[in-house]
Structure formats: structure tokens, C-alpha cells
T-cell receptor, first 112, second 114 residues
Framework: KNQVEQSPQSLIILEGKNCTLQCNYTVSPFSNLRWYKQDTGRGPVSLTIMTFSENTKSNGRYTATLDADTKQSSLHITASQLSDSASYICVVLLGNTGKLIFGQGTTLQVKP | DTEVTQTPKHLVMGMTNKKSLKCEQHMGHRAMYWYKQKAKKPPELMFVYSYEKLSINESVPSRFSPECPNSSLLNLHLHALQPEDSALYLC?????????????FGPGTRLTVT
């Protein structure tokens, strides 16, 4: 079964601290893996897209890693800001279908 | 312009009403998508249009009727909805339906069925 699992389900950190979100997937055939940020009541916004051959990709304070052998990915947020408070969703693209398999998301709350 | 727009932002409708959600993009994308998202859940794919033709229908009830009148516009016609259909409806588009294409999401329409 094609699944994407994320942990933790929710996380609270203090402003300025770093954090790492985890994603495990069992999607086959795998095409690429994306991390989205979704503010409450808004559409998801893409942070990174990683293909099979990419191990690390950065977008500002966001750094994503991918281990295609173990089918794991992580999203590391450095020097968190209050505006980082959102849901972070790990999404895997199934083959060449255009169909995205979504994880349940990690809700991050950054406190002052 | 890398924006997907959706109207209305909020919609309240009764179970006997007929309403439509509208989605527009001017990025020249040829694939467009409708998703439904319940609170604290990930988006669920409903429909995919590729080159203005319906290519995926994820067994969505017929009270939801999609329409793609041209390459920039995607509508979702609603009729005889149930309260459990209340959700955030997201539209997305991508250059094409294939593997490497980024999906850009709109801000969503918050639908409440009373």
C-alpha cells in the first residue's frame, strides 16, 4: 500500500531553536518527494522537491534530506521563527501519474 | 505570475442549493486538480484534468461535478451536498501531469454545508 508517515504529529519549540521533522514512505514507483508548508486555512506551498538521486536540498532555513534506500526523508528547520508555525506535509509523487501521496503532516508551533 | 486563484474564499450553502467553485491560473499549465481537505487531515485528491480532459476521478460522488472550460479555468459544481462535505477545497495546477512537475496550490475555498 502506498503510504507516507510523518513524525512527530505535533511539535512545540522556542523561537530561535532548530528542529527536524521525519517522513517515511512506502510509495512505489517513487518519482519524487516534496515538503510543503501549509498555514491554517491556506493552500500548501512547496518548500523542496527531491528526486531519487538527490540527498540534500536547501531552501533558506529549510534543509531536506532523502535516503532512497531506507525510504526516509527529513526536514530540518534552522533558527526557527514565529512565522514557521504551520503544518509541514511530506508528499511523494506516485510514478508518472501526477498523483500525490500525502503524509498526515506535522504541526509545528514556534513560541516566543 | 505563479498564482492559482480560487473564488469564493468562503461559501455557506444549504443541502438543496446549487453552487460552483472557481479556480484560475495563467501560468500556461495544462494539468489542474481538485482536492478536498478536512480539518487536521491531508488533502485528498478528487479530480485531475490534463489538457482540459478529465483523466482521474477518485470515485467522487456525483453531487460534485468538475468542469474545465478552457486551459486556464477549472470549476467544481456542487449540488445536493451533505454536511459532511464541509471542508477546504483546494485547486492546484502543474505544467503537465508528469513526474517532475511542481503542483501549485491555490488558497482554497472554505465550504460549509448547513
Amino acid at each position: 500500500k502506498n503510504q507516507v508517515e510523518q513524525s512527530p504529529q505535533s511539535l512545540i519549540i522556542l523561537e530561535g531553536k532548530n528542529c527536524t521533522l521525519q517522513c517515511n514512505y512506502t510509495v512505489s514507483p517513487f518519482s519524487n518527494l516534496r515538503w510543503y508548508k501549509q498555514d491554517t486555512g491556506r493552500g500548501p506551498v512547496s518548500l523542496t522537491i527531491m528526486t531519487f538521486s538527490e540527498n540534500t536540498k536547501s531552501n533558506g532555513r529549510y534543509t531536506a534530506t532523502l535516503d532512497a534506500d531506507t525510504k526516509q526523508s527529513s526536514l530540518h528547520i534552522t533558527a526557527s521563527q514565529l512565522s514557521d508555525s504551520a503544518s509541514y506535509i511530506c508528499v511523494v509523487l506516485l510514478g508518472n501519474t501526477g498523483k500525490l501521496i500525502f503524509g498526515q503532516g506535522t504541526t509545528l508551533q514556534v513560541k516566543p | 505570475d505563479t498564482e492559482v486563484t480560487q473564488t469564493p474564499k468562503h461559501l455557506v450553502m444549504g443541502m438543496t442549493n446549487k453552487k460552483s467553485l472557481k479556480c484560475e491560473q495563467h501560468m500556461g499549465h495544462r494539468a489542474m486538480y481538485w482536492y478536498k481537505q478536512k480539518a487536521k487531515k491531508p488533502p485528498e485528491l478528487m479530480f485531475v484534468y490534463s489538457y482540459e480532459k478529465l483523466s482521474i476521478n477518485e470515485s467522487v460522488p456525483s453531487r460534485f461535478s468538475p468542469e474545465c472550460p478552457n486551459s486556464s479555468l477549472l470549476n467544481l459544481h456542487l449540488h445536493a451536498l451533505q454536511p459532511e462535505d464541509s471542508a477546504l477545497y483546494l485547486c492546484a495546477s502543474s505544467q503537465n501531469r508528469g513526474a517532475s512537475y511542481e503542483q501549485y496550490f491555490g488558497p482554497g475555498t472554505r465550504l460549509t454545508v448547513t
